[in-house]
């Protein structure tokens, strides 16, 4: 008689739940075991810069997967399980107690962490982060109820930090954020998107100050490198994330701002996938390498992994695609470009109204990446676009007199 087979799972997030579900989809029917560092199971993360800060949602409501699904499914799930080592040669992971597994095929998917600032008073008892649902219960207090503060610093104007401050407006608080950069999510968007943010910001009394440095943080909020103080009762530093990749390294796979994945999102050692946040990957319609910190590629990513698991020929080429809510402000991306790779931007509808398509075109007119701000069930046109590499007439793609 054979033994079972063995999957093993590192990571207690999305991917790591949509990977236990795609194995048993895939009618896998050996053991999962999946392994997590936090104490609940695996949940989603939008929620907690979203409904979860506006008290319109709770844990329960944004768990990835019911608790029940994996008794059912003969998921082994260990929660606050930090795995410490892999053990390649052996095939083992190490946990907590020393004590180890084996495994036939392990995935990981052990996602980011917050960035976090190297300077005076960054680890105060007034500075915040924010990735789990603790931090978000923290930040939630100080947006309400009796501990609620009247001002809120936030260094960084990227997607958290800008949805922290809408929340935070919304419920009363002054708020001011500081960005080194010129533009709030300048990387992500470029110049033209980046100043529509920062208008949408400014018009709801946000304090944003731009191409700001950081000198440090004290009690009494932050001090600016020109000597500027600016009053806070509570700081959240929202400068990023960086790939949870300590463990891929350690044990020898090749690694860089990520661990590397090919398009069925093995990576150097065949006998090991990786998933979601952590995955750097040679993305085979993009033609290039990326790493995709985005919800949707948590939960996308999974199903290949698992047939890759499985020895079966698969290769994940989804467009990257995310998702922000600011204010009145519902928007959805599309599509891969950055700065100095694209030629313009095309908006097509009303932008000062707050409803529109903005396209990032390249010299050849080609659309790289479609933004629809408050314009819905246009994504799957914006795909049809990206994916045609065929050029387009600018002035027609603007006239929304024609349809898209
Ligand atoms: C506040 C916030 C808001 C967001 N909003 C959006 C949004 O609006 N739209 C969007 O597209 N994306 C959004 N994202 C990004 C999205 O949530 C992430 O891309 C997604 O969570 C990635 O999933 P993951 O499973 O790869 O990693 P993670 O969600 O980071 O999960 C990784 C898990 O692995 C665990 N782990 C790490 N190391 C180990 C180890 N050694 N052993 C065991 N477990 C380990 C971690 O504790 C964690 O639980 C948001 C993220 C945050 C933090």
Not at 111 to 132: C, E, F, H, I, K
Not at 377 to 394: F, N
Request: charged share 25%; glycine share 10%.
């Amino acid at each position: 008689m054979t033994s079972e087979r063995h999957f093993v799972i590192v990571g207690g997030g999305l991917a790591a739940a949509k990977l236990a579900e795609a194995l048993r989809a895939s009618d896998f029917e050996g053991q999962v075991t999946l392994l997590g560092a936090e104490d609940h199971l695996p949940y989603e993360r939008p929620p907690l810069s979203k409904d979860h800060l506006f008290g319109k949602k709770d844990l329960a409501d944004f768990v990835a997967v019911p608790g029940e699904w994996y008794r059912d499914h003969r998921i082994d799930v260990r929660l606050g399980t930090a795995v410490r080592a892999i053990d390649r040669a052996a095939k083992t992971v190490t946990l907590p107690d020393d004590s180890t597994l084996t495994y036939d095929k392990l995935a990981l998917a052990t996602g980011s962490a917050p960035r976090r600032l190297d300077l005076p008073g960054a680890d105060g008892a007034n500075v915040y982060q924010l990735r789990t649902i603790e931090d978000s219960d923290a930040i939630l207090g100080l947006l309400s109820g009796t501990a609620k503060i009247g001002r809120l610093a936030i260094v960084g104007a990227g997607w958290i930090g800008l949805e922290v401050a809408a929340a935070a407006r919304s419920a009363g608080v002054e708020v001011t954020v500081v960005e080194s950069a010129e533009l709030p999510l300048l990387g992500a968007l470029g110049p033209e998107m980046g100043e529509f943010f920062a208008q949408l910001h400014r018009d709801n009394g946000v304090d944003l100050r731009l191409g700001a440095e950081l000198a440090g943080i004290d009690a009494d909020g932050i001090r600016l490198g020109d000597g500027t103080a600016i009053a806070a009762d509570a700081v959240l530093v929202a400068i990023g994330a960086t790939p949870a990749v300590e463990l891929a390294r350690a044990a020898g796979l090749d690694v860089d701002n990520g661990v590397l994945v090919d398009a069925g999102l093995r990576t150097s050692d065949p006998d090991i996938v990786a998933v979601g946040d952590i995955a750097a990957q040679d993305h085979p319609r993009l033609h290039r390498r990326i790493r995709v910190e985005h919800w949707a590629n948590a939960l996308n990513q999974p199903a290949v992994a698992a047939a890759t698991m499985l020895g079966k020929p698969a290769e994940y080429d989804r467009l990257p695609y995310f998702f922000t809510d600011q204010y009145d402000v519902g928007m959805e991306y599309t599509g891969y470009t950055a700065p100095g790779e694209y030629e313009r931007v095309v908006v097509r509808g009303d932008q000062a109204g707050r409803e529109f398509v903005a396209f990032w075109l390249d010299a050849q007119d080609r659309v790289l990446a479609g933004m629809n701000v408050n314009v819905w069930d246009v994504t799957d046109r914006i795909k049809e676009l990206i994916s045609s590499g065929a050029p387009v007439d600018p002035e027609r793609l603007a006239d929304t007199a024609l349809d898209l």
